[in-house]
């Protein structure tokens, strides 16, 4: 081998390896927080048995309980994709914005600027945490759905509402931050509370889309649980028929915009504590 290729290999490996050590190290550490992150949040009654509880309950009584005959159309795969929808809203912008807001609020943001831990891993640990609560909240159901009802979402339906459910969950964890950051500890439970369930009624999840009002409906168009929804609905054919390039891309947009203004609130909350 000649000198100058051993030295470009040596050069190129001496270069490399500290990158893949670091990359290494921060998903080590990214894995350790959202371990208990997840812990933190299952072992917390009153998140746990919200969160966990209130889609299923949803989906028990309308998807089980309740005949809708021709009402909706397939309603027990409807009710499998809306209430799956409704925990992966409901961990986003609860698991994220009143948490963030409570440790802003305690001073746990202050204590993780002086820990080595990189910031950026709290949030994302935060976001890893609501999408395993929407994966398990989509398994609760498809399980219950599956033991119940004969006539149910086929296993690679199943697989792709799992998929959806998780990935949707990101835009509500960035509204979610928002809040967290807009709000303090005392009042971020009530505002999320004022957006969680008029979001939930404009994007045809607890009430179909066809049956609410004419101007209620041109309102839903604008919201991101009415695109998430029919991305999901596209599983069983029974969305809209809007193309799912538009779904993303506001989808995109609205995480986009939240996370802009989180980031200047969190700046401006870090220029009045430091100076």
């Known amino acids: 081998m000649p000198i100058y290729t051993y030295l470009h290999q040596h050069k190129l490996m001496s ?14 550490v990214l894995l350790a927080e959202s371990y208990t992150e997840f812990l933190k949040c299952l072992r917390t009654p009153a998140f746990a048995s919200a969160i966990l ?13 309740i005949d809708w005959g021709e009402t909706i159309e397939r309603s ?3 009710w499998i994709i809306a209430t799956s929808s409704i925990g992966a809203i409901g961990t986003g912008m609860f698991g994220f914005g009143v948490y963030v807001a409570n440790e802003r609020g305690q001073g746990w943001l202050l204590l993780k600027r002086v820990s080595p831990m990189p ?8 976001a890893l945490m609501a999408v395993a609560f929407s994966i398990l909240i989509s398994c609760i159901i498809l399980a219950i759905g599956h033991a119940f009802v004969s006539l149910q979402l086929s296993l690679v339906q199943s697989a792709l509402l799992v998929v959806v459910v998780s990935l949707s969950t990101i835009p509500y964890c960035m509204i979610g931050l928002l809040c967290g950051f807009m709000t ?11 957006l969680y369930l008029p979001l939930l ?8 889309f066809d049956v609410l009002p004419k101007f209620v409906q041109s309102i839903a168009l604008f919201t991101p649980v009415f695109h998430s929804s029919q991305l999901a609905f596209k599983l069983i054919d029974t969305s809209l028929g809007y193309p799912i390039l538009l779904h993303l891309l506001v989808l ?3 995480s986009v915009v939240c996370v802009s203004l989180a980031g200047f609130f969190y700046s401006r909350e870090k220029a009045r504590t430091f100076g």
């Open 15 to 28: 270069t490399i390896a500290p990158v893949f050590e670091q990359s290494s190290h921060f998903c080590r």
């Open 53 to 65: 509880g209130f889609p299923v309950i949803v989906y028990l009584f309308c998807g089980l309980v």
């Open 76 to 78: 027990h795969q409807f």
């Open 119 to 126: 910031i950026i891993v709290y949030f994302l640990a935060k």
């Open 184 to 194: 303090g500890p005392n009042t971020a439970h009530a505002v999320v509370n004022v």
């Open 201 to 208: 009624l404009l994007g045809g999840i607890i009430i179909p």
């Open 252 to 254: 995109s947009a609205y």
